[in-house]
């Protein structure tokens, strides 16, 4: 569970342009490396160097760097593209995220500013007779790290940006946030079931002053907000959550009538709006994408069910997890016990991803199929999954009875919607 500032820090160095400008300096810096070096290096560099031999290096370099980096930006646009238009939009947030993309353009960029910079410094004769060997030796180093990179990026492009490679990365991300929220119920407070999620009359709401998504909730600072003040605090709207002005972020008990202002600011930094959901805390939002994943493949504009039945599978594995003696983990103690959360209903967790599959692939036995069982594997895995599975299973065979020709594949949908009873 990351502070507001941790998780601010992490997005930012998972954004493109930082490691393109932190690769940048390190090229600057290298270039610059053998100027600094020429005078206090202890040993004797004696290397017969060609008259303006690094010089054409360091051309040829610089020259293929920027076409090499054009193209490869051109790679990640058509990527991004791909993925919005044949997966979702939504999961295209985890593409501009890849590290090894990042890394790659920002080798290249930093490759080109090493050689700009190494060329501008020779045309000045800012090096001696040291200098440019060790400039030289620099740029071996530089070929050699350029030469893994682009044979590290042909293996990535052979993946990147496909249908499986990204529903995969939504998968994963997914699954970490759900694996927090099975351990962390309440984020770190006490979980409380959204029936029972009752705050006292004497305690006061805090309303966002804008309207957004919240994207991060910063459960460490508001323990210590409720640790200083004395409070108890009942968190009205968890990361997913759509608020307004009329919503309340959280309910506060114990605050001073004469510090309400300050209390209710207080309260609203932890809150981090935004217009996007993230993956971070929203495992409900993760399997959203999912099923828009499927969805878009089951449209007939696409028509592949193959990716489907895929999803259907990865949903199996996610929510497998939501029961924690199949995985032998055990819940963690409650690390904030002046906070209460709603916590995650199950029932919302299978309709994010399963209700919208049974809907748009109702008249494809193969996708019918498919369904039944994977529900039928959560339904062993406990009596909580057994009920929501159950309740799903009946759902999509409602779907599935109105669209379905064949009577015989209406048939053996409900032979193992039975399957529940037997």
Not at 192 to 211: D, G, L, M, N, Q
Not at 248 to 260: C, E, N, S, V, Y
Request: glycine letters at 8%.
């Amino acid at each position: 569970m990351f502070s507001k500032w941790q998780w601010l820090v992490t997005r930012l160095t998972h954004t493109l342009w930082v490691r393109a400008a932190l690769f940048a300096l390190l090229g600057i810096a290298a270039a610059l490396l053998a100027a600094a070096l020429q005078g206090s290096l202890p040993i004797e560099l004696e290397l017969k160097l060609g008259e303006n031999a690094v010089g054409t290096i360091l051309e040829i370099l610089a020259s293929s760097m920027l076409a090499v980096t054009t193209f490869s930006l051109s790679v990640m646009v058509m990527a991004y593209s791909a993925a919005t238009n044949n997966v979702t939009p939504r999961a295209t947030r985890l593409l501009m995220q890849d590290t090894t993309t990042q890394n790659v353009l920002g080798t290249f960029i930093g490759t080109f500013l090493f050689s700009l910079v190494g060329i501008t410094a020779l045309s000045t004769q800012t090096y001696d007779e040291r200098g440019r060997a060790i400039l030289f030796l620099v740029t071996l180093l530089v070929i050699l790290l350029v030469v893994v990179t682009i044979l590290r990026w042909i293996q990535h492009l052979s993946h990147f940006g496909r249908v499986g490679d990204t529903t995969g990365r939504v998968e994963l991300v997914t699954l970490s946030a759900l694996k927090d929220r099975v351990c962390h119920p309440g984020l770190g407070g006490i979980a409380v079931r959204v029936a029972e999620f009752s705050p006292p009359a004497s305690a006061r709401p805090v309303h966002a002053r804008s309207t957004g998504l919240v994207q991060h909730l910063d459960m460490a600072e508001l323990s210590e907000l409720a640790e200083a003040h004395d409070w108890q605090i009942w968190v009205a709207s968890q990361p997913g959550a759509f608020v307004s002005g009329p919503r309340p972020l959280a309910w506060i008990q114990g605050a001073d009538d004469d510090r309400l202002d300050e209390a209710d600011e207080a309260v609203r930094g932890v809150f981090t709006l935004g217009n996007d959901r993230s993956f971070d805390q929203d495992p409900r939002f993760g399997l959203s994408v999912l099923a828009e994943i499927a969805s878009r493949a089951l449209s007939p504009a696409i028509n592949d069910p193959g990716t489907a039945i895929d999803v259907l599978g990865r949903a199996v594995r996610i929510l497998s997890y939501y029961s924690q003696k199949s995985i032998g983990e055990q819940q963690c103690e409650t690390v904030y016990p002046r906070i209460r959360l709603p916590a995650l209903e199950l029932d919302d967790l299978f309709d994010d991803i399963f209700a919208p599959i049974a809907r748009d692939g109702a008249g494809l036995i193969e996708v019918q199929l498919r369904l039944q069982k994977g529900l039928l594997l959560l339904a062993g895995q406990g009596a909580e999954l057994s009920r929501c599975a159950q309740r799903q299973a009946v759902r999509a065979l409602t779907h599935a009875e109105s669209a379905l020709l064949l009577e015989e594949d209406r048939q053996r949908l409900r032979d193992l919607v039975a399957g529940y009873q037997g």
